[in-house]
């Protein structure tokens, strides 16, 4: 079993910058991929980022690519998302989550994580 919990959202103007973590407990956190995901009213869950155990490859959505970093520190089981330039339409509830067996690319960006953390809600202002 694993446990998640983000911190770090907030209200931040157009433009602004966040830095979101998400701490685990439970396991050890070098087993699982990690990702970012993010759900906005009416929306369904969407991906955002992933990294890999190690912390060497990342994946993005294109709509957060160049503007958001995803990271990991391995030392202290955490994992951030930087966001860069938010927008408007970053707005959303934004969810840690981990996944233990991953053989193929596209599992990273799949919803199908096996644990997930409660979400914070990142609110990007006009």
């Known amino acids: 079993q694993v446990q998640l919990v983000e911190s770090g959202g907030g209200v931040v103007q157009t433009g602004g910058s966040l830095r979101l973590s998400c701490a685990a407990s439970g396991h050890t956190f070098t087993d699982y991929a990690m990702g970012w995901f993010r759900q906005a009213p009416g929306k369904e869950r969407a991906f955002v980022a992933a990294?890999?155990?190690?912390?060497?490859?990342?994946y993005y959505a294109d709509s957060v690519k160049g503007r958001f970093t995803i990271s990991r520190d391995n030392a202290k089981n955490m994992v951030y998302l930087q966001m860069n330039s938010l927008k408007p339409e970053d707005t959303a509830v934004y969810y840690c989550?981990?996944?233990?067996?991953?053989?193929?690319?596209?599992?990273?960006?799949?919803?199908?994580?096996?644990?997930w953390g409660q979400g914070t809600q990142v609110t990007v202002s006009s």
């Open positions: 990294i890999n155990r190690a912390g060497a490859v990342q």
């Open positions: 989550a981990a996944k233990s067996e991953i053989r193929y690319i596209r599992e990273y960006y799949s919803t199908e994580y096996d644990y």
